[in-house]
């Protein structure tokens, strides 16, 4: 399963830029809906397009291996189920 770090990936930047940053400001500046980030900051597990991705990483000047990470479904459903 794949699991996007869009939430860790905000907080990061908010330390690394020392500003607060919104989903607003995000979704401003990628063309990504404020729902939709939204939407991957409250369920990790969330289909994102590889198009969002893309933006995402762009916005955050980030390889894609910072934003997502692989793991097994065996343990995302031991998370889920804990």
Request: charged share 15%; proline share 2%; hydrophobic share 50%.
């Given at each position: 399963?794949?699991?996007?770090?869009?939430?860790?990936?905000?907080?990061?930047?908010?330390?690394?830029?020392?500003r607060h940053i919104t989903l607003k400001e995000i979704?401003?500046?990628?063309?990504?809906?404020?729902m939709t980030l939204h939407r991957m900051v409250k369920n990790p597990t969330?289909?994102?397009?590889t198009e969002h991705l893309g933006k995402l990483c762009t916005?955050?000047?980030?390889?894609?291996?910072?934003?997502?990470?692989?793991?097994?479904e065996s343990a995302v459903r031991q998370v889920f189920a804990a």
């Open positions: 399963m794949i699991i996007i770090n869009l939430q860790a990936m905000i907080f990061a930047k908010q330390v690394e830029w020392k979704a401003e500046s990628t063309g990504i809906s404020r969330y289909n994102a397009c916005y955050f000047a980030c390889d894609i291996s910072a934003l997502i990470r692989w793991q097994p």
